[in-house]
């Protein structure tokens, strides 16, 4: 691989969506914008909005979502962040990403993205931004016990009927939800 921003632009490029969300398709165009209008897209140096990878964490039994609190935020969210040069692909990113913020050993995840979402932040580089989120699905090991890192106040496991309504985590809950394959131990990569 040449690195997330390739990876990105192949992904994307490749990805079939979700069915029938003209949403999702919709957001899928203003990513293959800005990855084919800046090199730089994947970097939190490019300013007007770059690409970050987060992931839903699933339990074994695909019952309940890791989420962290994150500190700057001060809401319940999935995991994930930043890609780094270093990175090989978007999906390792948000692997590496998860975890960074989890502790979790044995992690998989679905090299597919289940959902998209851009939305506004002041991140690192201190001034107003966008992050186009490429989010993907990870499963847990079976007795997975998350240790809180500095890039988070909590962790916890939640009950997918019983999660936060302070984010809107909704949309790609049910995209993950749908995704996930009860019995299966990993996905391939």
Known sequence: MNGPHEDALRTLEEWPGTGDDPGQEALRHAFLTLLRARADSCLRECEP??????????????????????????????????????????????????????????????PEPVHLDVHPVTCSLGRPTRHFD??????????AVPRRSAESKDLRWWPLAELPEEGDLGPLVAAAAERFTPG????CL
Do not use: K, M, N, Y
């Open 49 to 110: 909005g770059h690409v970050t990878a987060s992931v839903l964490v699933l339990d074994h039994t695909g019952s309940h979502a890791l989420l962290t609190l994150h500190p700057r935020v001060g809401r319940w969210l999935q995991l994930g962040g930043h890609c780094e040069p270093s990175d090989e692909s978007l999906a390792g990113a948000a692997l590496r990403e998860a975890g960074e913020e989890s502790g979790v050993e044995g992690l998989s995840i679905d």
């Open 134 to 143: 490429v989010r993907f699905l990870v499963r847990a090991p079976d007795g």
């Open 184 to 187: 299966r131990s990993q996905f």
